[in-house]
Every structure is written in C-alpha cells, then in structure tokens.
C-alpha cells in the first residue's frame, strides 16, 4: 500500500482519471522518473486541489528510513560539486517547514560542513525571528526563522534553500526577497525533489535573478511539468466535497479510509531515548555539523533503547516523527533499519488536510485524525497521520517533542490513543525541545572570523589554504634575536608575544635550497603519499586537514594536492596555531567544530622532533573540550616525518632534509610564525600572524609544492605498496627520541630538553631564529645537513660529528650561552 506502485496501479491515477491531471516528466512522455517518486491526492485547499504526495520524503507516506535519507544527501553532494569545495565550505543550508525539514538537513549531511536552518511555524518565546516569508500554495502560510545565532543568515556564503518540490517558484521568491533586502550576496542554490515549474515560471526566476544581481542555481532529482486542465481546481474542490460528504462511487472505500477497523486498543508504552544534553532537536533555530557528530555519536544507543523497547514479535515497525520533527527520528529510525531485523518505515504526521481514499491509484489510502497538541499559535485544529492504518505494521514508534507531550497527545481522542486503535503497539518517545540560551554577559561575539585567504593573505592560491588567523601586518613585532631573547629573559614574557627578524637567505643559501629540493622532491612526494593514503584509509574518507601554522601547512597544501591528484578529492585545509605553554588556538576550534565534523579534523605538521608539540596538542584538546563541551577532535598529528616515533600517522621515520624547513616565510606563503599577545589577540579572535608582501621577490612557496607535486606520478605506485605494507605494521610510538633528547641533556650538562632541538628541521630552525650553542650531527652524514653547515659557518656556531645518534643532527640551545632561552611553557630558562 506505501509503494509507488500498488499491484501495477501508479498511486496517481485516481486523479488523473477523474480531473484530467498529469505529470509530464523531462526524462520522457511516460513521465516514469516522475512517477516513481510522486503519487496523486486531493486536498482541502481553496488555492490548490491537487497534492503532489513524495513517496521518497517520509511525509505522507511511509518509506524505508535510507531511501528518505539518502535522497536528501545525494541532492547535498550534487551541491557541493555545483559550488565547489570553496565556496560550499561557506555556505549555510535553509529548508522549508513543514515538509522540508528532514530534506533539508539531509542536504546538509550532504554537503559535509554547511550549518543548517529550517523554517518554522512555531514562535518561540526570547527569539526574535531574523526574518519570515510566505508560502502562496499552502494551506498555512506564515514562516519564521528563528536561528539562535542571527549571524547565520548574515554572511555572504552561498545560501541553498531546500523544499520537497519547486512548483510556481513563489516560496523561493519570497524567501530570497526578503533575506536578500537584509543580507545580500552573490549565490544561491534551490534545491528540490521535483522541479515542477512551467517555462514561464523558469523565466521569472531568471528574470529575479537578474534583477538582484545574484545567480540562482537549482538542484532536483527529477523534473518535469503538472498538466493541469481548465477548471480543476473547481473540479477538485466538488469531487473533494462530494467524497467528503458521503457522495460518489468510491463513497464505502472512502468511509474505511477515513475510519480504519480498530484493534483492541492498548495502552502506549514509553522509553527514555537519553538525548544528549544541549543537542538541538533539530534546525528550527540552527544545527551545525558539530551538533550532527554528537547526534550520530548517541545514535546507537538511543536506537539500542528503542529496539529494547520493542515487543518481540514487531517485524514491521514504523518511525512516526510529529510536524518539523522529522530529522531526528529520521536518523533514529536509520539505525534501528541498520541494527534490527524486520522492516522499518517512516512518516510523519502533518498539519495538511488531504483527501483520503482507499484505492490502490490514489497516494492516501488512509487518514488518522486527531487534535493538535502543541499549543499551536494559530489555534487548535486538526492534525493527520497518513497511510499509517491498514499498512500492517506491527509497532508504531511515535517521535515527539517536549513541546508536543501534552495532556493533547495522550487524551481519550488524541494521537496515542487513534495510533493504538489501528497498531497493535505504540511507543511514546520524547526529545527534549531545544531552546537557545538568554543572552549572557560576557557575550560572545555573535559570529566567529572568517579565514583569511590569498592573494589578499599569503601567496598561496586561495583554494589552497585558509588561514584560522588575524592579520597583523601592520603591527611591528620584529626585534633582532638577541633583543628578543633578552627581553623574554627580563621580563618573562612569552616568545609568541614577538617574531625574530625574518632570515634573508644569501644567494649561496638559495642554491643549498635548490639543489636539496632537485634532490629529495621525490622523497617528499612519496611521504606525502603515504601519510595522505594513510588518512585517507584509517581516519577518515573525507577528512578536514588542518595544518598547525606554519611549518605544517606546505604539508597540508601537499596532501590536499595528492588527494586531488590520487583520488579526485578536494578536501577542505586550514592552517592553526598552536602556541608551546599556551595550546592550540580555541576560537580556531570553535570554528572547525561549526563547519565541520570535528572527527574528520586531522592535524597536520612537518615533522616530529622529540615529541613536543604532540604532548602539547593532547592536552589543549582534552581542555578545550572540557570547556567547550564539543567532542570528536582526535590529537593525533599526521607528519610528513616522524624520525622522533611519536605519531602513528606519517609519511616516514627518517630523519631527511625536508626543503621547506630551509626558509622561514619564503617557503611557507609569506606568513610569519603566529602571535599571541593579550593586546593583539582577545578571547573571541584568532590567533595572529603577519603576510610579508615586501618578501614577494624572494618567494618560492608555490615553487617549493609544484615541484613536489610533479613527481607525484613516478611514485605513484610505489606509495600504493608502502601504504599497504605499512597499514600492516605496529606503528605504536616508542617515543625513542624523547628519550634520546632527555640523553644528550644530560650529556651536555644542559639538564632541560626544551633547550634540545633534534631532527633536520629543528636545527635548522634553531640556526634561523635562535642563539645556538653547537650543533651535533651524526657522522656520516651527507647533503642533507650541507644547509646546516652553511647556516653554522654563518652564525659562527660549531659542528661537533658524534656517533649513535638516532637524528641526522641535533641543534642545542643553552641559557649560559644565550642571553635567554625558552623552557616549555615559553617563558625564559635562567642557567
């Protein structure tokens, strides 16, 4: 009965042979594609006779809880290819109550990182509406959107509007008019079921497109034309009227629709889904993708409760969501399809008046009338469930709100007890309504900063990298070397509060630089194939790299580029920062955790030295996540090297000369490390950082990755067997080199491991922006330490060859021989 097809009848043919109504569909004349998602109904509507009934929505009719879902995120990754990863990363997602609601957030899913709104009928009380449009076909007009964010609908993003069919155009018109007279911008995105306009409603879209300076794309499943003769909607409303009334042929098969022969009644049961405290119930007033992690985090064991709840014998069991509530239960009746035996459905009941009659050609089979019992702000009314008696269902499990267990829901007349007269089981299961928090002070500002991109910051493309940071070009924070450590070391201030002057390489430097890079491009691009595919394989298929500013961004632009390159994937980069004593940026995790799903965040550096920086990011994780309540960041680094065995996400353990760590800015977009500085940096702002145009000249950023990027093709094949070999290791960390670093500081009487810099990578930064004491380096060594002997030679500093050593070179700061080292929490170490 809930099928498109009822024993080889389309569910659309009663209408279409009483008023003449059709539907052409764009894939042919026979309008198949059409049929296979919508049936017919007549309704109770002075504007509109006709109902177009989605067998795929979840609505009216009751289908499978996948074929509901995965139509609305197919529809979300068409969108995201439409827009492109870029500028869908900015988008926000706005569906249309009360059809739309479960659609919408599923487009949402679909575009990965866009937060999500839906329209609403209900006021709130202390929200104030951010804005509110008509609905010209509906049976109930007025719609309210309530974000508890205003910020939402503020930015310039693409907005994509989502409703379960686009017939004149008006709704969308409506919408855009009015969203677009407070917030303007340049993109949006309609998305549909169906696309059922005629070529003149096409136009006039075009047309307002044209005239608000926007473009306007749709996105449909399906599309095609309703046929509609002269007169119907007449016709509809006296065949509506007759059946109504008792009238007409069909009038004993009418009159068992509208009261479906009872089962002994017997009382509803209840269970404690244990929602997650905080969770929005869903979009009326916003949901972000962190809010979906949590959701699809708690989704087992709510479900697990559910199906514990069931009787024994319920095989066929329907999910009933109530009016706007359909995505939660929507999930919520996924896993019970996922982890259950038996067949499981899902609806939802509906404020909409329809006709219902029970023949295999009509979309309505069956109508359960009860009252409203939400308090509506309209008043009370009628309320329907549709297609739900006679449809053999064993167990009816009906999703509500707070708001919606009322005395109305389990009265003599109302919803449990019409569903228990029809199912021989009904379970009440309760969401908690979600309702924003008042206003506090301090407040938070109401919209996080936006990432910064190139070519306005940073000299990389702009699809490249965005940076979770400040610009702070204009501030001057330089000081020679040892001004700024005699200065950390008098007043104890933190070495994140200045920036070293920038190292001008020499023209002898710059050939070091070449030449290493001629030397190792290849080994790079195999390491950067090995530690992407290993993300790719055991973290996640899509995931969100985030570079810690800036010696792992080159890396994180790299794996992005052989993402693309292996595996067409555009994945989403940002670049962090992350301060030694003071933890990562947490304004930037806020941010993450409202675009994105935090476990598909995975941080990217350079290298591994003794292990630092890792300790440091478990820590600031677990913190942050105290404090802010979000879950799901996963601290482990992916490197490019981990000669230190800290990781178990790397591209090698040998310690190598990694070009990029011969430059500071000039390899790196021009940006200088990160800043943070009470004055600069507030609580609610990134990070700061500055761009150095004035280096432009001496810039080999883009150089340095393309010419990584061209030999991604000669080790190809080699990183598809190195990654198979290694996924098939324990790459448990041992955590040698910690040890080692606590070894040689004690060795050398320095008695600090802050003050050890092991690796490639670290010595070299240790000879661009400190006072080093010597440097050790393993004998034997080649061209990979030819840039450090020359930096060395420069800085006057010697080269002591040493055996068993587990680095290719080891640079040593010591407080006795600098006017002020850094300890571990960033502050100066005395000697």
Same mark, same amino acid.
């Given at each position: 009965?809930?099928?498109?097809?009822?024993?080889?009848?389309?569910?659309?043919?009663?209408?279409?042979?009483?008023?003449?109504?059709?539907?052409?569909?764009?894939?042919?004349?026979?309008?198949?594609?059409?049929?296979?998602?919508?049936?017919?109904?007549?309704?109770?509507?002075?504007?509109?006779?006709?109902?177009?009934?989605?067998?795929?929505?979840?609505?009216?009719?009751?289908? @499978?809880?996948?074929?509901?879902? !995965?139509?609305?995120?197919?529809?979300?990754?068409?969108?995201?290819?439409?827009?492109?990863?870029?500028?869908?990363?900015?988008?926000?997602?706005?569906?249309? #109550?009360? &059809?739309?609601?479960?659609?919408?957030?599923?487009?949402?899913?679909?575009?990965?990182?866009?937060?999500?709104?839906?329209?609403?009928?209900?006021?709130?009380?202390?929200?104030?509406?951010?804005?509110?449009?008509?609905?010209?076909?509906?049976?109930?007009?007025?719609?309210?959107?309530?974000?508890? *964010?205003?910020?939402?609908?503020?930015? *310039?993003?693409?907005?994509?509007?989502?409703?379960?069919?686009?017939?004149?155009?008006?709704?969308?018109?409506?919408?855009?008019?009015?969203?677009?007279?407070?917030?303007?911008?340049?993109?949006?995105?309609?998305?549909?079921?169906?696309?059922?306009?005629?070529?003149?409603?096409?136009? =006039?879209?075009?047309?307002?497109?044209?005239?608000?300076?926007?473009?306007?794309?749709?996105?449909?499943?399906?599309?095609?034309?309703?046929?509609?003769?002269?007169?119907?909607?007449?016709?509809?409303?006296?065949?509506?009227?007759?059946?109504?009334?008792?009238?007409?042929?069909?009038?004993?098969?009418?009159?068992?629709?509208?009261?479906?022969?009872?089962?002994?009644?017997?009382?509803?049961?209840?269970?404690?889904?244990?929602?997650?405290?905080?969770?929005?119930?869903?979009?009326?007033?916003?949901?972000?993708?962190?809010?979906?992690?949590?959701?699809?985090?708690?989704?087992?064991?709510?479900?697990?409760?559910?199906?514990?709840?069931?009787?024994?014998?319920?095989?066929?069991?329907?999910?009933?969501?109530?009016? $706007?509530?359909?995505?939660?239960?929507?999930?919520?009746?996924?896993?019970?399809?996922?982890?259950?035996?038996?067949?499981?459905?899902?609806? @939802?009941?509906? =404020?909409?008046?329809?006709? #219902? /009659?029970? %023949?295999?050609?009509?979309?309505?089979?069956?109508?359960?009338?009860?009252?409203?019992?939400? %308090?509506?702000?309209?008043?009370?009314?009628?309320?329907?469930?549709?297609?739900?008696?006679?449809?053999?269902? *064993?167990?009816?499990?009906?999703?509500? *709100?707070?708001?919606? %267990?009322?005395?109305?829901?389990?009265?003599?007349?109302?919803?449990?007890?019409?569903?228990?007269?029809?199912?021989?089981?009904?379970?009440?299961?309760?969401?908690?309504?979600?309702?924003?928090?008042?206003?506090?002070?301090?407040? =938070?500002?109401?919209?996080?900063?936006?990432?910064?991109? +190139?070519?306005?910051?940073?000299?990389?493309?702009? $699809?490249?990298?965005?940076?979770?940071?400040?610009?702070?070009?204009?501030? &001057?924070?330089?000081?020679?070397?040892?001004?700024?450590?005699?200065?950390?070391?008098?007043?104890?201030?933190?070495?994140?509060?200045?920036?070293?002057?920038?190292?001008?390489?020499?023209?002898?430097?710059?050939?070091?630089?070449?030449?290493?890079?001629?030397?190792?491009?290849?080994?790079?691009?195999? #390491?950067?194939?090995?530690?992407?595919?290993?993300?790719?394989?055991? =973290?996640?298929?899509?995931?969100?790299?985030?570079?810690?500013?800036?010696?792992?961004?080159?890396? !994180?632009?790299?794996?992005?580029?052989?993402?693309?390159?292996?595996?067409?994937?555009?994945?989403?980069?940002?670049?962090?920062?992350?301060?030694?004593?003071?933890?990562?940026?947490?304004?930037?995790?806020?941010?993450?955790?409202?675009?994105?799903?935090?476990?598909?965040?995975?941080?990217?550096?350079?290298?591994?030295?003794?292990?630092?920086?890792?300790?440091?990011? #478990?820590?600031?994780?677990?913190?942050?996540?105290?404090?802010?309540?979000?879950?799901?960041?996963?601290?482990?680094?992916? /490197?490019?090297? %981990?000669? +230190?065995?800290? /990781?178990?996400?790397?591209?090698?353990?040998?310690?190598?000369?990694?070009?990029?760590?011969?430059?500071?800015?000039?390899?790196?977009?021009?940006?200088?490390?990160?800043?943070?500085?009470?004055?600069?940096?507030?609580?609610?702002?990134?990070?700061?950082?500055?761009?150095?145009?004035?280096?432009?000249?001496?810039?080999?950023?883009?150089?340095?990755?393309?010419?990584?990027?061209?030999?991604?093709?000669?080790?190809?094949?080699?990183?598809?067997?190195?990654?198979?070999?290694?996924?098939?290791?324990?790459?448990?960390?041992?955590?040698? !080199?910690?040890?080692? /670093?606590?070894?040689?500081?004690?060795?050398?009487?320095?008695?600090?491991?802050?003050?050890?810099?092991?690796?490639?990578?670290? @010595?070299?930064?240790?000879?661009?922006?400190?006072?080093?004491?010597?440097?050790?380096?393993?004998?034997?060594?080649?061209?990979?330490?030819?840039?450090?002997?020359?930096?060395?030679?420069?800085?006057?500093?010697?080269?002591?060859?040493?055996?068993?050593?587990?680095?290719?070179?080891?640079?040593?700061?010591?407080?006795?021989?600098?006017?002020?080292?850094?300890?571990?929490?960033?502050?100066?170490?005395?000697?």
């Amino acid at each position: 009965m809930n099928n498109a097809v009822n024993d080889g009848v389309w569910s659309g043919s009663w209408v279409a042979e009483r008023l003449g109504v059709g539907l052409r569909g764009d894939d042919g004349p026979g309008g198949e594609e059409l049929r296979a998602m919508l049936g017919l109904a007549l309704r109770r509507n002075p504007k509109r006779a006709h109902l177009l009934v989605s067998h795929v929505l979840g609505k009216h009719v009751p289908q @499978t809880p996948s074929v509901v879902y !995965g139509h609305g995120v197919r529809l979300g990754r068409r969108v995201h290819a439409l827009l492109g990863a870029r500028e869908a990363a900015r988008a926000v997602v706005l569906g249309y #109550a009360e &059809t739309a609601t479960g659609l919408g957030h599923a487009v949402a899913d679909g575009l990965g990182t866009a937060p999500y709104l839906h329209s609403t009928r209900r006021p709130v009380a202390g929200v104030a509406p951010a804005g509110g449009f008509e609905e010209a076909h509906s049976h109930a007009t007025s719609h309210l959107l309530l974000p508890s *964010d205003p910020a939402l609908l503020a930015g *310039d993003g693409p907005l994509v509007l989502v409703d379960d069919e686009f017939s004149t155009g008006n709704t969308v018109l409506n919408t855009i008019r009015d969203l677009h007279a407070r917030h303007p911008r340049a993109r949006y995105a309609v998305v549909a079921l169906v696309d059922m306009r005629s070529a003149r409603d096409v136009r =006039r879209l075009e047309e307002f497109a044209a005239e608000i300076g926007a473009r306007v794309d749709l996105v449909a499943a399906a599309s095609g034309t309703v046929l509609l003769p002269e007169g119907v909607l007449e016709k509809g409303q006296e065949l509506v009227a007759r059946y109504e009334a008792g009238g007409g042929p069909d009038a004993v098969a009418r009159a068992r629709a509208a009261e479906p022969q009872p089962v002994p009644p017997r009382a509803p049961g209840t269970v404690d889904l244990g929602w997650p405290a905080g969770l929005p119930d869903g979009g009326r007033h916003g949901f972000t993708p962190a809010h979906r992690a949590r959701l699809e985090a708690a989704l087992p064991a709510m479900a697990g409760r559910i199906a514990d709840a069931l009787p024994a014998g319920a095989r066929d069991v329907l999910v009933l969501g109530f009016e $706007e509530l359909m995505y939660a239960p929507l999930r919520l009746a996924g896993e019970l399809e996922r982890t259950r035996d038996g067949a499981v459905r899902f609806s @939802t009941t509906t =404020r909409s008046p329809v006709l #219902a /009659v029970d %023949d295999p050609g009509y979309a309505i089979r069956s109508r359960i009338v009860f009252p409203a019992h939400d %308090d509506p702000a309209d008043g009370p009314g009628e309320r329907y469930a549709y297609n739900v008696a006679g449809g053999g269902f *064993d167990a009816v499990v009906a999703v509500v *709100d707070s708001a919606g %267990d009322t005395p109305a829901l389990h009265a003599p007349d109302g919803l449990l007890a019409r569903l228990a007269e029809q199912v021989p089981h009904v379970l009440l299961a309760v969401v908690p309504s979600y309702v924003p928090a008042p206003p506090h002070a301090p407040e =938070r500002p109401a919209m996080l900063p936006e990432p910064l991109r +190139g070519p306005a910051f940073s000299s990389y493309p702009p $699809e490249e990298v965005g940076w979770l940071l400040q610009d702070l070009s204009d501030v &001057t924070l330089e000081a020679p070397t040892e001004e700024r450590e005699e200065a950390i070391q008098s007043g104890g201030a933190h070495y994140a509060e200045s920036l070293p002057v920038e190292y001008q390489p020499s023209a002898q430097y710059q050939e070091l630089f070449h030449a290493a890079l001629d030397t190792s491009a290849a080994r790079i691009a195999r #390491a950067v194939g090995v530690v992407t595919d290993t993300v790719l394989g055991e =973290r996640s298929p899509r995931p969100v790299l985030v570079s810690l500013a800036r010696a792992g961004t080159p890396v !994180g632009v790299l794996m992005r580029r052989w993402a693309h390159f292996r595996h067409g994937l555009e994945l989403p980069h940002y670049a962090v920062s992350i301060v030694r004593g003071r933890g990562i940026d947490a304004t930037a995790l806020r941010w993450l955790a409202a675009h994105h799903d935090p476990r598909d965040v995975v941080f990217v550096d350079g290298w591994t030295g003794k292990g630092a920086i890792t300790r440091e990011l #478990a820590q600031a994780i677990e913190e942050f996540e105290k404090a802010e309540g979000v879950s799901g960041f996963d601290p482990e680094i992916a /490197v490019l090297a %981990d000669p +230190g065995s800290c /990781v178990r996400t790397y591209g090698t353990r040998e310690d190598f000369l990694i070009p990029s760590a011969c430059l500071n800015s000039t390899v790196s977009g021009l940006i200088s490390r990160t800043v943070l500085r009470a004055d600069l940096v507030g609580p609610d702002d990134f990070h700061g950082a500055k761009f150095y145009r004035e280096l432009a000249d001496a810039d080999v950023s883009v150089a340095f990755l393309d010419a990584v990027e061209a030999r991604f093709p000669e080790v190809a094949d080699g990183v598809a067997e190195a990654v198979k070999e290694l996924l098939a290791e324990d790459r448990t960390p041992t955590w040698a !080199g910690w040890r080692a /670093v606590e070894r040689i500081s004690e060795e050398y009487g320095i008695h600090d491991v802050n003050l050890v810099k092991p690796g490639v990578g670290e @010595t070299t930064r240790v000879l661009l922006r400190r006072v080093p004491w010597k440097i050790l380096a393993h004998k034997g060594a080649g061209a990979d330490l030819d840039h450090v002997r020359l930096l060395a030679e420069q800085r006057g500093v010697p080269v002591e060859e040493v055996d068993e050593l587990p680095y290719t070179c080891v640079g040593l700061i010591h407080p006795r021989y600098t006017r002020g080292a850094t300890g571990a929490d960033g502050r100066a170490v005395n000697g």
